[in-house]
Protein backbone atom coordinates (compact mmCIF):
# COMPACT_ATOMS: atom_id res chain seq x y z
CA UNK A 1 0.00 0.00 0.00
CA UNK A 2 1.55 3.52 -1.12
CA UNK A 3 1.25 6.47 0.64
CA UNK A 4 -0.70 9.18 -0.61
CA UNK A 5 1.55 12.17 -2.00
CA UNK A 6 2.08 15.06 0.79
CA UNK A 7 0.57 18.21 -0.42
CA UNK A 8 3.12 20.99 -1.65
CA UNK A 9 2.63 23.61 1.20
CA UNK A 10 2.84 27.19 -0.56
CA UNK A 11 5.71 29.40 0.93
CA UNK A 12 4.62 32.01 3.06
CA UNK A 13 4.86 35.49 0.96
CA UNK A 14 2.29 33.31 -1.37
CA UNK A 15 -0.18 32.66 1.29
CA UNK A 16 0.01 36.38 2.12
CA UNK A 17 -0.69 37.81 -1.19
CA UNK A 18 -3.73 35.81 -1.28
CA UNK A 19 -4.96 38.07 1.44
CA UNK A 20 -3.32 41.62 -0.01
CA UNK A 21 -6.36 42.58 -2.49
CA UNK A 22 -8.46 42.81 0.92
CA UNK A 23 -8.88 46.66 2.31
CA UNK A 24 -9.10 45.30 5.81
CA UNK A 25 -5.51 43.21 5.55
CA UNK A 26 -3.92 46.51 3.76
CA UNK A 27 -5.10 48.99 6.20
CA UNK A 28 -3.73 46.55 8.88
CA UNK A 29 -0.66 46.17 7.61
CA UNK A 30 0.19 49.83 6.85
CA UNK A 31 -0.40 50.14 10.16
CA UNK A 32 2.05 47.63 11.27
CA UNK A 33 4.54 49.13 8.37
CA UNK A 34 3.65 53.22 10.15
CA UNK A 35 4.09 51.93 13.47
CA UNK A 36 7.44 50.47 12.85
CA UNK A 37 8.68 53.68 11.33
CA UNK A 38 7.56 55.45 14.28
CA UNK A 39 9.37 53.41 15.94
CA UNK A 40 12.28 54.19 14.64
CA UNK A 41 11.82 57.69 14.80
CA UNK A 42 11.18 57.86 17.83
CA UNK A 43 12.23 55.58 20.05
CA UNK A 44 14.87 57.89 22.17
CA UNK A 45 12.01 59.23 23.68
CA UNK A 46 9.82 55.97 24.97
CA UNK A 47 7.05 57.12 23.81
CA UNK A 48 3.97 54.97 21.39
CA UNK A 49 1.94 56.34 18.59
CA UNK A 50 -0.80 56.33 20.82
CA UNK A 51 1.12 57.72 23.38
CA UNK A 52 2.03 60.62 21.66
CA UNK A 53 -1.44 61.29 20.01
CA UNK A 54 -2.39 61.85 23.35
CA UNK A 55 -0.02 64.56 24.06
CA UNK A 56 -0.82 65.62 21.04
CA UNK A 57 -4.77 66.27 22.20
CA UNK A 58 -3.43 67.35 25.46
CA UNK A 59 -1.22 70.17 24.11
CA UNK A 60 -3.94 71.37 21.57
CA UNK A 61 -6.82 71.37 24.84
CA UNK A 62 -5.16 72.02 27.90
CA UNK A 63 -7.43 70.43 30.77
CA UNK A 64 -8.79 68.01 28.22
CA UNK A 65 -11.02 65.30 30.64
CA UNK A 66 -10.66 61.88 30.28
CA UNK A 67 -13.51 61.01 28.49
CA UNK A 68 -12.92 63.61 26.10
CA UNK A 69 -9.61 61.77 25.12
CA UNK A 70 -10.84 58.73 25.05
CA UNK A 71 -13.48 59.60 22.10
CA UNK A 72 -11.02 61.48 20.61
CA UNK A 73 -8.54 58.55 20.70
CA UNK A 74 -11.38 56.02 19.42
CA UNK A 75 -10.14 54.20 22.44
CA UNK A 76 -12.32 52.72 25.29
CA UNK A 77 -11.88 54.41 29.38
CA UNK A 78 -9.73 51.37 30.59
CA UNK A 79 -7.46 51.51 27.51
CA UNK A 80 -7.25 55.56 27.81
CA UNK A 81 -6.95 55.19 31.38
CA UNK A 82 -3.69 52.46 31.20
CA UNK A 83 -2.37 55.22 28.03
CA UNK A 84 -2.40 58.09 31.08
CA UNK A 85 -1.08 56.00 34.19
CA UNK A 86 2.09 55.09 31.83
CA UNK A 87 2.53 58.96 30.59
CA UNK A 88 1.91 60.03 34.25
CA UNK A 89 4.50 57.53 35.95
CA UNK A 90 7.00 58.33 32.73
CA UNK A 91 6.65 62.67 34.05
CA UNK A 92 5.13 63.67 30.73
CA UNK A 93 1.46 64.27 31.88
CA UNK A 94 -0.34 65.48 35.29
CA UNK A 95 -4.01 64.51 36.14
CA UNK A 96 -6.32 66.96 38.00
CA UNK A 97 -9.63 65.95 39.79
CA UNK A 98 -12.32 67.88 37.38
CA UNK A 99 -15.49 69.58 39.49
CA UNK A 100 -16.72 66.27 40.18
CA UNK A 101 -15.16 63.23 41.55
CA UNK A 102 -15.53 61.08 38.50
CA UNK A 103 -13.89 64.05 35.97
CA UNK A 104 -10.30 63.98 35.27
CA UNK A 105 -8.79 66.10 33.71
CA UNK A 106 -5.43 65.90 31.54
CA UNK A 107 -2.39 68.49 31.60
CA UNK A 108 1.16 68.18 30.26
CA UNK A 109 3.93 68.80 32.46
CA UNK A 110 6.61 71.02 31.60
CA UNK A 111 8.71 67.83 30.74
CA UNK A 112 5.89 66.72 28.86
CA UNK A 113 5.70 69.99 26.79
CA UNK A 114 9.31 69.11 25.62
CA UNK A 115 9.56 66.16 24.92
CA UNK A 116 6.58 66.83 22.65
CA UNK A 117 8.45 69.72 21.36
CA UNK A 118 11.23 67.28 20.45
CA UNK A 119 9.40 64.35 19.10
CA UNK A 120 8.09 66.50 15.93
CA UNK A 121 10.56 66.65 13.94
CA UNK A 122 10.93 62.77 14.16
CA UNK A 123 7.48 61.71 13.89
CA UNK A 124 6.92 64.21 11.37
CA UNK A 125 9.96 61.93 9.62
CA UNK A 126 7.66 58.74 10.29
CA UNK A 127 4.59 59.95 8.90
CA UNK A 128 6.72 61.38 5.62
CA UNK A 129 8.07 58.27 5.20
CA UNK A 130 4.95 56.36 5.25
CA UNK A 131 3.42 58.18 1.94
CA UNK A 132 6.74 58.70 0.22
CA UNK A 133 6.25 56.73 -2.77
CA UNK A 134 3.65 59.03 -3.32
CA UNK A 135 3.82 61.98 -5.71
CA UNK A 136 2.32 65.16 -3.49
CA UNK A 137 -0.95 64.79 -5.43
CA UNK A 138 -1.38 61.41 -4.80
CA UNK A 139 -0.21 62.01 -0.93
CA UNK A 140 -3.33 64.54 -0.76
CA UNK A 141 -5.63 62.38 -2.59
CA UNK A 142 -4.91 59.22 -0.64
CA UNK A 143 -5.63 60.98 3.19
CA UNK A 144 -9.17 62.92 0.99
CA UNK A 145 -10.18 58.89 -0.04
CA UNK A 146 -8.89 57.50 3.60
CA UNK A 147 -10.72 60.81 5.69
CA UNK A 148 -13.77 60.17 3.33
CA UNK A 149 -14.01 56.21 4.24
CA UNK A 150 -12.73 56.73 8.49
CA UNK A 151 -16.03 59.90 8.09
CA UNK A 152 -18.74 57.28 6.15
CA UNK A 153 -17.68 54.36 8.70
CA UNK A 154 -17.38 56.57 11.57
CA UNK A 155 -20.31 54.83 13.75
CA UNK A 156 -18.04 51.49 13.28
CA UNK A 157 -15.09 50.79 15.82
CA UNK A 158 -15.47 54.27 17.19
CA UNK A 159 -14.68 52.14 20.63
CA UNK A 160 -13.02 49.16 21.33
CA UNK A 161 -15.43 46.37 21.85
CA UNK A 162 -15.51 45.40 25.87
CA UNK A 163 -14.05 41.81 26.25
CA UNK A 164 -16.15 39.53 28.02
Given at each position: ?S???????????????????????????????H???????????????????L???V????????????????????????V????????????????????????????????????????????????????????A????????????????????????
Amino acid sequence: MSEAPRPRRPAAEDLAALLLARPGVLVRRLHQIHSAMFQEECAAFGVTPVQYSLLTLVAAAPGLDQGGAAGALRLDRFTTADVIKRLVGAGLLRVQAGADRRTRLLWLTPHGAQVLEAMQPSAGRAHDRLVEPLSGREQATLLRMLKRLVDRHAALGAVAPKVR
